[in-house]
């Protein structure tokens, strides 16, 4: 399996324009994972998402944010519009499996976001 | 007080010693524990989950675990310069509910192995 994949990998833009980051999760997993990694804040857990239906949105900074999952091989997480500070790395994780392997995830390279 | 507890370092320890790292946590109900490595420009990956109380050994990682205390540590033997990293301490809040599936990580700790 290639592993999650998330693109772009690296994304330049200026304030008040729209973002999107995707994802692809390893095949058969049903839990997938977005995060944001800053120096101040570490990693931390913006939504999740369980077969296709997001679980938990509480992490999501505010309404210029928002994440869709239309299809169990594909995530978008979105920015409109987009302020300086979201500058960030930010993870797509995905886990799936038994009782215990559900709680084990595997990151995706991860997009380094520079809001100008 | 922060869910998951770590100090973040630096710390350094010469080629050849043992690194220990410390978690805490502050959920009581919480029910798995990993460790991630994270180099630098890099993504996390695992290195050790621990369920039970007690150790859990691979290679030269130890991980260990005393619920009672909620702790979790990571001991590192015969450290070498390719260890130095950020090590994130995750833990699931609890076994079920919204939970399922959640972790929470603690801000990292960074170790340097210096030769």
């Known amino acids: 399996d290639a592993g999650v994949i998330q693109s772009p990998r690296h994304e330049v833009t200026e304030m008040g324009q729209e973002v999107t980051l995707r994802c692809k999760p390893i095949s058969g997993h049903d839990y997938l994972f977005w995060y944001r990694q800053t120096m101040m804040r570490g990693l931390e857990l913006l939504i999740y998402?369980?077969?296709?239906?997001?679980?938990?949105d509480s992490g999501m900074p505010e309404d210029r944010f928002s994440a869709k999952m239309p299809n169990a091989s594909f995530s978008t997480l979105k920015i409109q519009p987009s302020e300086p500070r979201d500058s960030a790395v930010y993870f797509c994780a995905s886990s799936g499996g038994g009782h215990w392997a559900k709680n084990i995830q595997y990151f995706g390279a991860g997009t380094r976001l520079s809001v100008l | 007080q922060k869910e998951v507890e770590q100090n973040s370092g630096p710390l350094s320890v010469p080629e050849g010693a043992i690194a220990s790292l410390n978690c805490t946590y502050s959920d009581r109900g919480s029910q798995s524990f990993f460790w991630y490595r994270q180099y630098s420009g890099k993504s996390p990956e695992l290195i050790m989950s621990i369920y039970s109380n007690g150790d859990k050994e691979d290679g030269r990682f130890t991980a260990q675990l005393n619920k009672a205390s909620q702790y979790v540590s990571l001991l590192i033997r015969d450290s070498q310069p390719s260890d130095s990293a950020t090590y994130l301490c995750a833990v699931n809040p609890n076994a079920g509910g919204t939970s399922y599936g959640k972790l929470t990580f603690g801000q990292g700790t960074i170790l340097t192995v210096h030769p």
């Open positions: 998402f369980n077969n296709n239906v997001p679980i938990d």
